[in-house]
């Protein structure tokens, strides 16, 4: 279960964005959409990524926000000893919504499909 607590506890303040990129960024990769998002590989890496806002807004029970997730795949071969895939760093990028439960911080990540406008 992810629970950003301090952005929540951030938001309306000046401080929020950089609350909620910290957050995310330390958040285990795996509870974040990244295999999924792939479009360029084969296999998400979950070292090094940027976390965008693109926009955020407030429901009666929930904040909503939309980042843009900037992180690395590869293309993942046969690892047979003569496999000739290169294992080349390939730059991947989706958005996620980010739903922040205004009670207890409670936060579903869903992937939004390429090309879906943020609200």
């Given at each position: 279960?992810?629970?950003?607590?301090?952005?929540?506890?951030?938001?309306?303040?000046?401080?929020?964005e950089a609350t909620?990129?910290?957050?995310?960024?330390?958040?285990?990769?795996?509870?974040?959409?990244?295999?999924?998002?792939?479009?360029?590989?084969?296999?998400?890496?979950?070292?090094?990524?940027?976390?965008?806002?693109?926009?955020?807004?407030?429901?009666?029970?929930?904040?909503?926000?939309?980042?843009?997730?900037?992180?690395?795949?590869?293309?993942?071969?046969?690892?047979?000893?003569?496999?000739?895939?290169?294992?080349?760093?390939?730059?991947?990028?989706?958005?996620?919504?980010?739903?922040?439960?205004?009670?207890?911080?409670?936060?579903?990540?869903?992937?939004?499909?390429?090309?879906?406008?943020?609200?």
């Amino acid at each position: 279960m992810i629970r950003l607590t301090e952005s929540l506890l951030h938001w309306g303040r000046d401080s929020f964005e950089a609350t909620f990129r910290r957050e995310v960024l330390a958040l285990d990769p795996s509870l974040l959409p990244l295999q999924e998002g792939l479009t360029r590989s084969s296999h998400a890496l979950g070292d090094d990524i940027e976390v965008i806002l693109l926009g955020r807004r407030e429901e009666a029970d929930a904040i909503e926000v939309i980042a843009g997730l900037f992180y690395k795949g590869i293309i993942a071969g046969c690892s047979c000893a003569d496999d000739p895939t290169p294992v080349d760093e390939i730059t991947e990028y989706c958005e996620v919504r980010f739903l922040i439960d205004r009670r207890d911080a409670a936060t579903r990540v869903y992937l939004l499909p390429a090309g879906q406008d943020a609200f």
